[in-house]
């Protein structure tokens, strides 16, 4: 009985002690985001697609000029298969 109060004393403070944390966490995740124009894979497929004519293949979390930034992969209506880079800090689009 001693052992089950004493548990659910630790856990209470232990949930206590977690919530400002998760909550700092959760503030600086929403400023990053915040600094970043292009804050998904999609949107990053979208923009390449509007810029470029073909078919999204395939799209992946890259680094882009030292910035995070997306790597899309497409091919053209000839069949031929390039890749588009997106910077998500600037959203600039450039073909590699």
Do not use: C, E, H
């Amino acid at each position: 009985m001693k052992y089950r109060f004493l548990l659910t004393i630790l856990l209470g403070a232990s949930l206590q002690l977690a919530q400002p944390t998760a909550a700092l966490a959760q503030m600086n995740n929403q400023g990053q985001q915040q600094a970043l124009r292009v804050t998904s894979g999609d949107q990053a497929a979208g923009m390449a697609a509007s810029r470029y004519p073909g078919r999204v293949l395939k799209v992946s979390r890259s680094q882009v000029g030292g910035n995070p930034g997306y790597r899309i992969k497409m091919v053209s209506d000839d069949g031929k298969v390039f890749y588009v880079s997106v910077d998500a800090r600037t959203g600039r689009v450039g073909r590699d």
